[in-house]
């Protein structure tokens, strides 16, 4: 968060509050609407178990461009179906995943993340994936 801020000090304001709190989230991002504006752009790394959480971060961004950060295990097409837009949102997603490199397997740096984060809003790319999924791996793996 810190690097994407610095890149974008006028415009990056971020907002970060435990989004299991629900009530805390939809209060914060309301003090931020009308403190700052309504959001053009929303980056939202919401976790699975999170209740409603990325719902309401929609509610509060009526008109903004929101890309969900989404883990490696989560099923990117059943994440959106469970979500209700509007016709002046645009949604978008970048899925975590895993780097192969030689025999070893590693987790996505934080440079990496914000990196491919913003080269995916650059392309307006609706889904990105970062490496590779465990599943697909493990698929790949049982076919060869």
């Not at 990325?54 to 469970?82: D, F, P, W």
């Not at 002046?88 to 780097?99: A, D, N």
């Not at 993340?113 to 650059?122: G, N, P, R, S």
């Not at 392309?123 to 790949?140: A, C, E, F, P």
């Amino acid at each position: 968060m810190a690097s994407i801020v610095q890149r974008n000090p006028e415009t990056c304001h971020p907002l970060i509050v435990d989004y299991r709190e629900e009530e805390a989230l939809s209060s914060a991002l309301q003090h931020a609407v009308q403190q700052n504006s309504p959001f053009d752009r929303v980056i939202a790394w919401v976790h699975r178990g999170s209740g409603k959480a990325m719902q309401i971060i929609l509610e509060h961004s009526e008109t903004a461009e929101v890309i969900h950060i989404l883990g490696s295990r989560a099923n990117s097409e059943y994440e959106k179906r469970c979500l209700c837009f509007n016709e002046q949102q645009t949604y978008r997603q970048v899925q975590l995943g895993e780097i192969h490199e030689m025999a070893s397997v590693r987790w996505l740096t934080h440079d990496e993340i914000v990196e491919e984060v913003l080269d995916a809003i650059q392309n307006q790319d609706d889904y990105r994936l970062i490496g590779t999924r465990k599943d697909d791996v493990d698929v790949h793996s049982r076919n060869d």
